[in-house]
């Protein structure tokens, strides 16, 4: 069965920095139309800050993960402290230090960090938060796992249903968060959250694939 | 973007190096840990033994909040987080043990969705240190969410006024429920509505956040630009005092015979002589509804970077939060004796 | 332009208004004849019988400036004129009438040639009813005029200093000759200098004023505008606070050693944030050429409407002037324990 | 010899009041290029104050000019509360409640006004002030009046030489006021008040010539 090596963690770590920096401005900006417009600026300089702590070390996908995690919620706290630093961490933890990370593993690393998001915030698919583009990444990985499909058309599945989750909050009235207070105004745009989980998902399924083997 | 500043990435850590060299009669900064080196801000004396701990913290970007309210009679100590962002959980947590007289922490924020996820996580974390946190959630804006959700409304200028009550009661040597309950029923009785008429630049972003067109105003803006109930044509400041007033007024409901604590808060780049402006016509309005002031506070108390405009905060009182609100208090945003 | 007013012609009786309905507890507006309906603004218990008597007055547009260093400690009164315009004479000899408790009045003012025509009337008017007046100019920016023109040059936050000490010396029971004699050696010991980085709009105007590029800075801009010495690319808050210095050290000069009070002011629409990280640098400036910081002031104390900018003042401490800079002062715009 | 009537004042005075009203946005940009950008704003008041006491009565001119000088003085302040207050308080001390105005006694009029000006400034012709549109103007109605000039080509002569001193403060270099620190950089630009002294001088002129007889 397709996998890759959890140590060769650090590409697929600097995919997802990569990803962040190359839209901080974009982020900034969504979260400007209806939020407070910190988003971009946040992740940036998390994500930034991880890349340069690491510097030219290797490192497991896992190990990287729980750094990253724990760096968002120590050192950038906002919303995307405890909830990316929830998320990522929990999926470290759920990696069980393996050396291969096939499709069921991953898939249950996913489930973990939703499900430790479940534990610290009440939003739930359909309140326009970037649960609605985990949720579904989740579903997807989760059944491809069952059905035993290849990890890399499972990996094309996450991102097509991240994306459609992402793309689903446009449509969608805000219910928790800055942009919660907007009712009806607040439709018509992305969530800014589900906009950064969609790029970092892509990154990371986009890192994974090329370690696939 | 015309602005006074270095890295704007380190202008939180600048400008609190800036503060405490400044206000060293006031505050100090107190790190208690290796992984936050920011550390927190605290009252000069505190922790006091035997006193309850009252903790603020939140976003930076609108001086003098947070840090502007610790000192005498007010907070014991504030965390700070990046501008418009949470202070992070172990910022809180180190903002508790430096408040910490033995006799709790009260932790009186306002109402967004980081605040309340660091400072549950916090109070988990302080839980394991020994150190009871209680809380208190300012939800003082009117404009952000309808009566009967009050829950969800953001924390705007009210803040002021339950730090100055919670604080006082703590400096009264009140017990933690004491506290917390003198604090809950000050941001009760707190309602608040902002007007803003041109919007703010975060230094790191360089461009404005969103737009209010010239000649317009946006009725409830947040104090981070957050979207309010209602754009309209930009009107004096007899108009807009009344649509403040007719906001505000009908919410707790205030009526004739109460008595109040009136503030008008600039938003950081209107200058002050229109906000006494705004206050005359504010004044008029409430003496006309037979309202009585019994205290006013006007100027820039809460702001949102370089943003135009003004919020309105009233606070209705009973004889308990009339004594606390006159107990002098020295904090680097509020003197009084 | 998107601001707080009604009739811009009646913006400053409007802020008057509410300044006195804000501050009752520090003010009182006096009205001594008919011509001068807008009356003088006066502290609550003046004139003080035995006292000498402390005025000031300007143009408006700057708050706190000057309304707000009226109280116990600073001026017993002063005049206000329109936005950047003089007083009337009979302004003047109002607030000086409101200020006489009979040992005569120091009128300590800018260096503008509508205040000096004014003071000068009004001076000679209230000689004619036996109200002695001395006067000092306020002339410390330093941008303004060569060293060797000192008179020529404009009164700016240096003003603040001089009434903290006058008023220290009055209150002290100074004689009229050791209240003039303290005011001048505060502002003779004052060096201060303005960088511009966003026009103002006066309100009946309701257009910039002038203008300064994007990209740009006006090294030197007094307190209405008027264009500095310099306009060079705009620069970070280091370049900034070394521009800043590099002006006003060499101009007293202040060397090692000496003692100072530092003076930070915003110019009114730039958020006190980075008035903190500008003084972090000017702070790091200082120590590193050996001068000692007995007191530093950061906030919007002398301010242009809505301009963006910040100005620098320095003044050189002797025992004198320290003893009157420490004392306790109360008034909206300088609240000292 | 031609004269007009004190009496008939209330005509000259409103046609200075219309010349400040008219160009109140311009004078405040004069001002706003080297000054505070005050100057139409407070002249415009001052001005529009005066003629709003004034209603609907008849003054003679002297009378007005007295008036018109208190209320800028003692409402006003700036620096025209105390100079054109100075100049028209004086102007009408000098006509001596005459019935008639000609051309010798206007002369006297206008250099009252400037000798009671330089009693309060220290600004003489050359510094970019006024007193280079005033000080030309005395001087010829002076000339002109030693030497016999019909009153209507005198008040010709006037307004040309206060055109001609007032286009002189372009390239001068000021001295005292508000823009005396620019220096060299004062240079370029009209002087304000001596911008507003000529609209009132040809004002008054034109007033005057419709008057003559
Ligand atoms: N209570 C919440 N539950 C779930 N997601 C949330 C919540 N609050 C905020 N978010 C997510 O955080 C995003 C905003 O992040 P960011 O702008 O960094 O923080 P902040 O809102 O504090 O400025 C939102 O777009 C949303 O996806
Ligand atoms: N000391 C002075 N002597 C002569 N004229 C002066 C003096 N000061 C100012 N002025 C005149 O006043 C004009 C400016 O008037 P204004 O803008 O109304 O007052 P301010 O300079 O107080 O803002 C200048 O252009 C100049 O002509
Ligand atoms: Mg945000
Ligand atoms: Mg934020
Ligand atoms: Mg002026
Ligand atoms: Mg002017």
Redesign the pocket.
Not at chain 2, 34 to 41: A, L
Not at chain 2, 143 to 160: C, F, H, L, T
């Given at each position: 069965m397709a996998c890759f090596a959890n140590g060769e963690g650090r590409s697929i770590l600097l995919n997802m920095v990569k990803a962040i920096q190359g839209h901080k401005e974009y982020l900034g900006e969504v979260?400007g139309l209806i939020?407070?417009g910190?988003?971009g600026m946040?992740m940036n300089k998390g994500f930034t800050l991880y890349a340069e702590e690491l510097g030219e070390d290797a490192v497991t996908f896992s190990d990287g993960l729980f750094d990253l995690g724990a760096l968002l919620l120590n050192r950038i706290g906002?919303?995307?402290g405890p909830?990316y630093g929830t998320v990522f961490m929990e999926m470290s933890d759920a990696a069980n230090e393996m050396e291969e990370v096939d499709l069921p593993l991953f898939a249950a690393m996913m489930r973990a960090g939703l499900e430790g998001l479940y534990d610290i915030?009440?939003?739930r698919p359909g309140d326009k938060?970037?649960?609605d583009t985990l949720h579904p990444a989740v579903q997807s990985l989760d059944a491809d796992a069952r059905q035993g499909t290849a990890f890399r058309d499972a990996l094309a599945n996450m991102r097509a249903a991240a994306e459609a989750g992402w793309k689903s909050t446009e449509s969608l009235m805000a219910r928790?968060?800055?942009s919660a207070r907007l009712g009806e105004r607040s439709r018509g745009v992305p969530?800014?959250?589900?906009t950064s989980c969609k790029l970092i998902l892509w990154a990371m399924a986009e890192g994974i694939e090329a370690l696939l083997r | 973007m015309q602005r006074i500043l270095n890295d704007p990435d380190r202008i939180v850590d600048e400008m609190l190096s800036g503060f405490v060299k400044c206000h060293g009669d006031i505050v100090k900064r107190v790190i208690t840990g290796p992984d936050n080196p920011r550390g927190v801000i605290a009252a000069k004396d505190a922790p006091i033994p035997g006193k309850v701990g009252v903790v603020t913290g939140g976003g930076s970007g609108h001086k003098p909040a947070f840090v502007g309210y610790v000192g005498k009679n007010m907070c014991d100590a504030a965390a700070v987080g990046e501008i418009?962002?949470?202070p992070t959980a172990l910022s809180f947590l180190e903002a508790f043990r430096a408040a910490d007289g033995g006799k709790g922490v009260a932790c009186l924020y306002g109402n967004?969705?980081?605040d309340n996820m660091n400072v549950k996580m916090a109070a988990r974390m302080a839980k394991r240190e020994g150190i009871q946190v209680k809380t208190v959630v300012a939800n003082d804006d009117v404009a952000s969410a309808p009566r009967d959700q009050r829950e969800k409304r953001r924390g705007v200028a009210g803040e002021i006024f339950m730090w100055k009550c919670g604080g006082g009661k703590a400096a009264k040597g009140g017990s933690l429920d004491e506290v917390i309950a003198a604090a809950q029923k000050a941001i009760d009785n707190c309602h608040s509505v902002g007007i803003g008429i041109t919007p703010c630049t975060l230094p790191a972003v360089g461009h404005p956040n969103f737009e209010i067109k010239d000649g317009t105003m946006e009725v409830g803006i947040g104090h981070h630009g957050e979207p309010g109930i209602k754009v309209c044509p930009l009107e004096d400041a007899k108009g807009m005092a009344k649509r403040m007033v007719d906001v505000v007024l009908p919410d707790h409901p205030f009526e004739a015979g109460d008595e109040v604590a009136v503030l008008v808060s600039g938003l950081g780049a209107t200058p002050v002589m229109e906000l006494y402006v705004l206050y005359d016509e504010i004044e008029c309005l409430l003496k006309d509804k037979g309202i009585r002031i019994h205290r006013a506070y006007v100027g820039n108390s809460f702001t949102s970077l370089d943003m135009m405009g003004a919020t309105l905060t009233l606070m209705k009182l009973d004889e308990e939060l009339k004594e606390l609100l006159d107990m002098e208090a020295w904090c680097m945003g509020f003197k009084q004796k």
């Amino acid at each position: 069965m397709a996998c890759f090596a959890n140590g060769e963690g650090r590409s697929i770590l600097l995919n997802m920095v990569k990803a962040i920096q190359g839209h901080k401005e974009y982020l900034g900006e969504v979260d400007g139309l209806i939020g407070d417009g910190d988003h971009g600026m946040n992740m940036n300089k998390g994500f930034t800050l991880y890349a340069e702590e690491l510097g030219e070390d290797a490192v497991t996908f896992s190990d990287g993960l729980f750094d990253l995690g724990a760096l968002l919620l120590n050192r950038i706290g906002g919303s995307m402290g405890p909830i990316y630093g929830t998320v990522f961490m929990e999926m470290s933890d759920a990696a069980n230090e393996m050396e291969e990370v096939d499709l069921p593993l991953f898939a249950a690393m996913m489930r973990a960090g939703l499900e430790g998001l479940y534990d610290i915030v009440d939003a739930r698919p359909g309140d326009k938060t970037l649960v609605d583009t985990l949720h579904p990444a989740v579903q997807s990985l989760d059944a491809d796992a069952r059905q035993g499909t290849a990890f890399r058309d499972a990996l094309a599945n996450m991102r097509a249903a991240a994306e459609a989750g992402w793309k689903s909050t446009e449509s969608l009235m805000a219910r928790y968060g800055r942009s919660a207070r907007l009712g009806e105004r607040s439709r018509g745009v992305p969530d800014a959250g589900a906009t950064s989980c969609k790029l970092i998902l892509w990154a990371m399924a986009e890192g994974i694939e090329a370690l696939l083997r | 973007m015309q602005r006074i500043l270095n890295d704007p990435d380190r202008i939180v850590d600048e400008m609190l190096s800036g503060f405490v060299k400044c206000h060293g009669d006031i505050v100090k900064r107190v790190i208690t840990g290796p992984d936050n080196p920011r550390g927190v801000i605290a009252a000069k004396d505190a922790p006091i033994p035997g006193k309850v701990g009252v903790v603020t913290g939140g976003g930076s970007g609108h001086k003098p909040a947070f840090v502007g309210y610790v000192g005498k009679n007010m907070c014991d100590a504030a965390a700070v987080g990046e501008i418009f962002t949470s202070p992070t959980a172990l910022s809180f947590l180190e903002a508790f043990r430096a408040a910490d007289g033995g006799k709790g922490v009260a932790c009186l924020y306002g109402n967004y969705s980081g605040d309340n996820m660091n400072v549950k996580m916090a109070a988990r974390m302080a839980k394991r240190e020994g150190i009871q946190v209680k809380t208190v959630v300012a939800n003082d804006d009117v404009a952000s969410a309808p009566r009967d959700q009050r829950e969800k409304r953001r924390g705007v200028a009210g803040e002021i006024f339950m730090w100055k009550c919670g604080g006082g009661k703590a400096a009264k040597g009140g017990s933690l429920d004491e506290v917390i309950a003198a604090a809950q029923k000050a941001i009760d009785n707190c309602h608040s509505v902002g007007i803003g008429i041109t919007p703010c630049t975060l230094p790191a972003v360089g461009h404005p956040n969103f737009e209010i067109k010239d000649g317009t105003m946006e009725v409830g803006i947040g104090h981070h630009g957050e979207p309010g109930i209602k754009v309209c044509p930009l009107e004096d400041a007899k108009g807009m005092a009344k649509r403040m007033v007719d906001v505000v007024l009908p919410d707790h409901p205030f009526e004739a015979g109460d008595e109040v604590a009136v503030l008008v808060s600039g938003l950081g780049a209107t200058p002050v002589m229109e906000l006494y402006v705004l206050y005359d016509e504010i004044e008029c309005l409430l003496k006309d509804k037979g309202i009585r002031i019994h205290r006013a506070y006007v100027g820039n108390s809460f702001t949102s970077l370089d943003m135009m405009g003004a919020t309105l905060t009233l606070m209705k009182l009973d004889e308990e939060l009339k004594e606390l609100l006159d107990m002098e208090a020295w904090c680097m945003g509020f003197k009084q004796k």
